[in-house]
């Protein structure tokens, strides 16, 4: 017989650690505050609520499961089929074993996910509970907003990840009332409930932030995430579900009509006149590159809706920095893990400059020259041989000497004497996001400071295409992507298929954490994310003594080194068993206790 413990999401909340309103990233105990003393004082107010950004999304800290700064920080296979990581040790731990579908990994991330949620909604209801404690005022007013958007944003990473939860707007103890409990919401009520607390938020948050509020959320920022429930309510995945599970989805196909919701909350943000696409001045290759990476180098740019906000000076030991650059690095440039490594799966994506893909008759692909005529974004996000970064040519292919033996180039060569440095498996290494001149030493205190962009503008154009294509308006789909190619100096489409728009997502939201959800809310998950289905590709390129290179795919990820495994139960995570019992709810399916 099992021991009774109390679930995870009741317990109390322990020492906060928050952050003061002139430093956002600075982490100090509060010692056991009386909260009245909490509801009156301005600036612990401010800090009461810092767990909430700081627990909705560890922006570039989390990109796989072994970068950790402490307890909580959680692994999601944001990069999908697009990334995959060259360092050989990752795959014998936590990241390893949840690319292999281990039950025992993935329900323990859950259950700290979901206690993590829990506990920041229970933190939430608590504040909202007291508003009338609350000196009336502008910050009375933003904390209100705040606390709405928050509520609706947990809801929804909950939502995504478990299907529907316990909708849970009052705090309670079960030590104390232990007859209390909840039942799991429907699919429906869950979408309907972020919307409207997504909506109400937005009556109290300004249409911008002022200098000192940047970072917080606004009216477009709540708008877009009312909008993003129901857009995530159109998934496929989600329709037709059986009567006996009406948390997982719905029981007929109610896409049509989420995407119309979605496309009512866009307008709503359309309508502010408050975001934009960042521009790329120049028309050169060099100056259209420069450009576009720097659109994800740009802190709360006009393109920004919502991003993470990483402290400016990047100390990684105290503050909220991180380590992007130096775990992306090439050999060349002293970096020795050399994880997101692009996929040949990824580059084959980018079509030709006159708009064709690589496949395609009349493309102008020269197998012999890959690299040559691509799509601007594809020298803006991938390093590939013979691309040049902070003056350096990347050296990423091997040479014949005169003995007949391969000689590795300089970015295929280990930097360091450590025994875990490795170089790019794939013959690709990451651009997007990086910053060029950034220093990588043996220092890593300081670290990168570039924001983790949420949602920007192009994602929402690209939401935006695919509403009008599903709903019989192919022409308006078609405006959406142009508009998006306009700036990368692109050919425009004359017209579009699906295809057209899934291929324009995937190359302009590259790497970015949308690519892993679009394969669950697609029901795709299953195929892309396995290796036996959908081998990830890398590519060997090899200088012959007489000049001429051969290129060889290779697989670097597939059905027989390092087996990835998406099965049909990880579409929704288990909920953690002690709540399971105690509100005697149904667990998602084909999950069992460990």
């Known amino acids: 017989m099992k021991k009774y413990i109390l679930p995870l999401f009741f317990l109390p909340l322990g020492g906060l650690f928050l952050t003061s309103c002139n430093d956002w990233f600075e982490e100090a105990p509060i010692n056991k505050l009386s909260e009245p003393v909490i509801w009156t004082d301005p600036q612990l107010l401010d800090?009461?609520?810092?767990?909430?950004?700081?627990?909705?999304?560890?922006?570039?800290?989390?990109?796989?499961?072994?970068?950790?700064?402490?307890l909580g920080r959680e692994y999601e296979p944001w990069f999908a089929d697009q990334l995959t990581v060259s360092r050989s040790d990752w795959y014998?731990?936590?990241?390893?074993?949840?690319?292999?579908?281990?039950?025992?990994?993935?329900?323990?991330?859950?259950?700290?996910?979901?206690?993590?949620?829990?506990?920041?909604?229970?933190?939430?209801?608590?504040?909202?509970?007291?508003?009338?404690?609350?000196p009336d005022g502008s910050q009375k007013q933003r904390i209100t907003g705040e606390a709405h958007f928050f509520r609706a944003y947990y809801y929804y990473s909950l939502l995504r990840n478990f299907g529907a939860p316990l909708l849970i707007t009052r705090t309670f103890d079960p030590l104390l009332e232990d007859s209390i409990t909840f039942p799991r919401a429907s699919f429906e009520e869950t979408v309907q409930f972020i919307a409207d607390e997504a909506e109400k938020a937005a009556t109290y948050l300004d249409k911008t932030n002022t200098t000192e509020n940047i970072g917080r959320p606004t009216q477009g920022t709540a708008l877009t995430l009312a909008g993003k429930a129901w857009f995530w309510a159109s998934g496929a995945h989600f329709q037709n579900v059986a009567d006996s599970v009406p948390w997982l989805g719905f029981p007929n196909d109610r896409s049509e009509e989420m995407l119309k919701k979605a496309e009512t909350e866009y307008d709503k943000v359309r309508r502010l006149n408050v975001y934009d696409l960042m521009t790329i001045g120049g028309t050169s290759r060099d100056e259209?590159?420069?450009?576009?990476?720097?659109?994800?180098?740009?802190?709360?740019?006009?393109?920004?809706?919502?991003?993470?906000?990483?402290?400016?000076?990047?100390?990684?030991?105290?503050?909220?920095?991180?380590?992007?650059?130096?775990?992306?690095?090439?050999?060349?440039?002293?970096?020795?893990?050399?994880?997101?490594?692009?996929?040949?799966?990824?580059?084959?994506?980018?079509?030709?400059?006159?708009?064709?893909?690589?496949?395609?008759?009349?493309?102008?692909?020269d197998a012999q020259h890959p690299y040559d005529g691509r799509d601007y974004r594809f020298y803006a996000n991938i390093l590939y041989d013979s691309a040049t970064w902070n003056g350096h040519v990347m050296d990423i292919h091997y040479t014949i000497d005169d003995n007949g033996k391969e000689v590795a180039g300089a970015d295929l060569t280990k930097y360091g004497s450590s025994t875990t440095a490795c170089v790019t498996k794939t013959g690709y290494y990451m651009a997007k996001f990086l910053n060029e001149k950034q220093n990588i030493d043996y220092d890593e205190t300081y670290a990168s400071s570039q924001?983790?962009?949420?949602?920007?503008?192009?994602?929402?154009?690209?939401?935006?295409?695919?509403?009008?294509?599903?709903?019989?308006?192919?022409?308006?789909?078609?405006?959406?992507?142009?508009?998006?190619?306009?700036?990368?100096?692109?050919?425009?489409?004359?017209?579009?298929?699906?295809?057209?728009i899934m291929n324009e997502r995937r190359v302009e939201m590259a790497f970015e954490k949308t690519t892993y959800w679009d394969l669950l809310r697609y029901g795709t998950a299953e195929k892309i994310m396995t290796g036996k289905t959908h081998p990830l590709y890398g590519i060997k390129i090899v200088m012959q003594r007489d000049g001429t290179r051969s290129y060889n795919t290779k697989v670097v990820n597939g059905q027989n080194t390092n087996t990835r495994y998406f099965r049909t139960r990880q579409y929704f995570k288990p909920i953690a068993w002690d709540d399971v019992r105690y509100h005697g709810i149904q667990q998602n399916p084909e999950w069992i206790e460990m």
């Not at 039950?103 to 506990?119: E, G, L, M």
């Open 47 to 70: 800090e009461y609520i810092m767990p909430w950004y700081r627990e909705m999304d560890s922006g570039f800290d989390t990109y796989v499961t072994t970068i950790m700064k402490g």
């Open 451 to 500: 924001n983790c962009i949420i949602w920007r503008w192009a994602e929402i154009l690209l939401d935006y295409a695919e509403i009008y294509y599903k709903t019989q308006r192919p022409d308006l789909a078609k405006d959406m992507l142009n508009e998006i190619r306009r700036r990368v100096h692109m050919p425009e489409y004359e017209s579009v298929t699906w295809d057209d």
């Open 288 to 365: 259209i590159v420069k450009g576009y990476r720097q659109i994800f180098l740009t802190k709360n740019s006009v393109e920004s809706i919502f991003e993470v906000q990483h402290a400016d000076d990047g100390d990684y030991s105290y503050k909220n920095g991180h380590l992007l650059d130096r775990y992306a690095a090439a050999p060349s440039f002293g970096g020795t893990y050399c994880a997101y490594v692009p996929t040949h799966n990824h580059v084959n994506e980018y079509c030709m400059m006159n708009g064709k893909r690589i496949d395609e008759s009349g493309s102008g692909y």
């Open 92 to 134: 014998t731990a936590d990241y390893g074993n949840i690319l292999k579908s281990s039950q025992q990994d993935i329900t323990q991330r859950a259950k700290t996910q979901w206690s993590t949620y829990y506990t920041q909604i229970r933190s939430i209801n608590n504040l909202l509970e007291h508003l009338d404690d609350i």
